[in-house]
């Protein structure tokens, strides 16, 4: 999903989280701002589609869930607001209830799938955004357009390391909820265009 800023006047909290939850689509909010939140690609789209149910299927019994990028997620320190296109909380669900808006404060792990327009925000400043959450454990940027998925793990000291997978035949363990996505099956049915 793309976000774009919208020309408005600054808002409070409160007031964004009336605001997207009568609106028709999806925004995201930092530091007074709003960003509407655009269409995806068909392949953005079916990497979605796989990881979710991947991921759905092998945790299945377990104590986490799968959430796809419709569940809003806050990074509470900052005051941001960000609809993930994956997040996975296990355990409790540590939820933000204001005016009967539901947004999730634990995620242990998020993937982003990236785009040309969201490449450099996904890996900077959200990422950044993003490692102030003590509950996140891993993040993964996946590419729509080659083989290519990059995870990044909190280790004990609270740094993060990185591993990046390019061939099909690999398969990455996310150690935090116990499962493992093959990449033939993450990209299955998406066509690498440019």
């Known amino acids: 999903m793309n976000a774009q800023p919208q020309e408005n006047i600054p808002m ?37 589609h796989n990881i ?11 104590n986490c869930r ?9 990074v509470e320190k900052i005051d941001k607001y960000t609809y993930p296109d994956i997040s996975v909380v296990c355990g409790a669900i540590e939820l933000e209830m204001v ?25 900077g400043q959200k990422f950044t955004h993003y490692r102030l959450m003590p509950s996140l454990k891993e993040y993964l940027l996946v590419s729509q357009s080659n083989c290519q998925v990059e ?17 099909l035949k690999q398969s990455i363990k996310i150690e935090s909820i116990g499962c493992e996505l093959l990449l033939s099956d993450i990209y299955r049915w998406v066509s690498f265009k440019k």
């Open 66 to 74: 799968v959430f796809a990028s419709d569940m809003r997620v806050k």
């Open 52 to 62: 979710n149910r991947i991921l759905g299927n092998q945790l299945l019994d377990g």
């Open 151 to 167: 995870k990044f793990l909190r280790k004990k000291d609270g740094s993060w390391n990185m591993t990046s997978y390019d061939d």
């Open 99 to 123: 005016k009967g808006v539901e947004t999730i404060l634990n995620p242990v792990v998020i993937i982003e799938i990236l785009s040309d327009s969201t490449e450099a925000y996904d890996r």
């Open 12 to 48: 409070m909290p409160e007031e964004y989280l009336e605001f997207d939850k009568n609106s028709e689509i999806r925004h995201e909010y930092f530091d007074g701002e709003i960003f509407a939140m655009t269409g995806a690609s068909l392949d953005h789209n079916q990497l979605n």
